[in-house]
């Protein structure tokens, strides 16, 4: 009777202590991710807006910059730029339903993140994209008045 009281603390211990942590797990590696997508970007230089193109520096944002921040760190990353009221994808590692990626559709307008990045600040946490879920971290790119010009992503799927 002792020995399955014993074993039955411990296996609640460990629930307790295991599972938090494998989500603290995860959330360190999506803002290890960001870090390396933000200082990629700033590498290359201040985030502006032409048209409805978004630029770091003289640099046209495209795939190549997400593809290799995925290449270093895993998971997923996304850079999006503020066109009115939505995000739109334009740079992205992830697909669409149709498996092809997913350049120039807009984040989710049920998305918790959108409030967050409209209100100039990060959101981290659950993310539906395209069906999948995701560890997840949005942050607002800021211009150099600061004003909110598009989103970084990343995330890792559950």
Same mark, same amino acid.
């Given at each position: 009777?002792?020995?399955?009281?014993?074993?039955?603390?411990?296996?609640?211990?460990?629930?307790?202590?295991?599972?938090?942590?494998?989500?603290?797990?995860?959330?360190?590696?999506?803002?290890?991710?960001?870090?390396?997508?933000?200082?990629?970007?700033?590498k290359?230089?201040?985030?502006?807006?032409?048209?409805?193109?978004?630029?770091?520096?003289?640099?046209?944002?495209?795939?190549?910059?997400?593809?290799? $921040?995925?290449? &270093?760190r895993?998971? +997923?990353?996304?850079?999006?730029? *503020? /066109?009115?009221?939505?995000? #739109?994808?334009? =740079?992205?590692?992830?697909?669409?339903?149709?498996?092809?990626?997913?350049?120039?559709?807009?984040?989710?307008a049920?998305?918790?993140?959108i409030?967050?990045?409209?209100?100039?600040?990060?959101?981290?946490?659950?993310?539906? $994209?395209?069906? &999948?879920?995701?560890? +997840?971290?949005?942050?607002?790119? *800021? /211009?150099?008045?600061?004003? #909110?010009?598009? =989103?970084?992503?990343?995330?890792?799927?559950?």
């Amino acid at each position: 009777m002792y020995k399955n009281s014993l074993i039955a603390c411990i296996l609640t211990l460990t629930c307790f202590i295991l599972i938090p942590s494998l989500g603290t797990a995860e959330t360190d590696k999506v803002i290890k991710s960001m870090a390396t997508l933000k200082a990629e970007t700033e590498k290359i230089g201040a985030p502006k807006v032409e048209g409805t193109d978004l630029y770091f520096g003289s640099w046209k944002v495209s795939n190549f910059l997400v593809k290799q $921040v995925v290449k &270093k760190r895993g998971g +997923a990353a996304t850079l999006f730029v *503020k /066109n009115g009221g939505q995000y #739109v994808r334009v =740079a992205t590692t992830v697909n669409n339903q149709d498996g092809n990626l997913a350049v120039g559709t807009p984040l989710d307008a049920s998305s918790p993140a959108i409030a967050k990045l409209n209100a100039g600040e990060p959101y981290y946490g659950e993310a539906t $994209v395209f069906g &999948k879920t995701y560890d +997840a971290g949005y942050e607002p790119i *800021k /211009n150099a008045s600061g004003a #909110v010009i598009g =989103a970084y992503f990343v995330g890792y799927p559950k």
